[in-house]
């Protein structure tokens, strides 16, 4: 029985090594990672993706697959729900490190069934969703960058694209604002900012470079 990290990258400025010392602070024992870069979880899924494949071919029965969320997995809703159902049935359990959530296929009473399918629904739509509005966030944010004088920059940010997305994943699942910062290293009040103006966040990284 293995433990697998599966992780995944879609820009330069996030970092696999990033992903899994979260998953090795958090406690896991990692076996294996496998990790696919420069891969769009809403436009490529799982299956499509080069390690993505071997993560298909590897897992087994009694191993568990750890991702910091659902949202690594692949941020297209009927992907991920496919995904983690087909691996439920091989006997593999999902464990993912932000609010430590656990999946199996376990349980054979078909309430307690119902209740963990429709909680993989609810989170691989919010993944989904929150994709869209982080795409959404970037076009307003490059307007917002362009609109204003190029040789005016504003304060440098005091997170980087690493903490923003951050902030954004936990906040899609539902965590508190103090829970995001110290998961983020950041305070709260930053974390309140890029809740309440996400455009204005980004347009602030995309002004300095990041």
Known sequence: MSVILYARVSTADQTIEHQETQARNAGFEIDTVVADHGSSGLNTL???????????????KGDTLVVRWVDRLGRNYQDVCDAIREFMRRGVTIRTVI??????????DPIQQAVRDALIAFMAATAQAQAEATKEAQRAGIAHAR?????????KPTYDRNQYQLVLDMLAGGAGASAIA?????????????KSAPDQAEAALLAWGH
Not at 147 to 155: E, F, I, L
């Open 46 to 60: 799982l299956r499509e993706r080069a390690e993505g494949r071997r993560l298909y071919d590897m897992l087994r």
């Open 99 to 108: 609010n430590k959530m656990t999946f199996d296929g376990a349980t054979a």
């Open 147 to 155: 609109a204003k004088d190029t040789k005016y920059r504003g304060r």
């Open 182 to 194: 110290k998961a983020s290293d950041l305070t709260r009040q930053t974390v309140l900012r890029i």
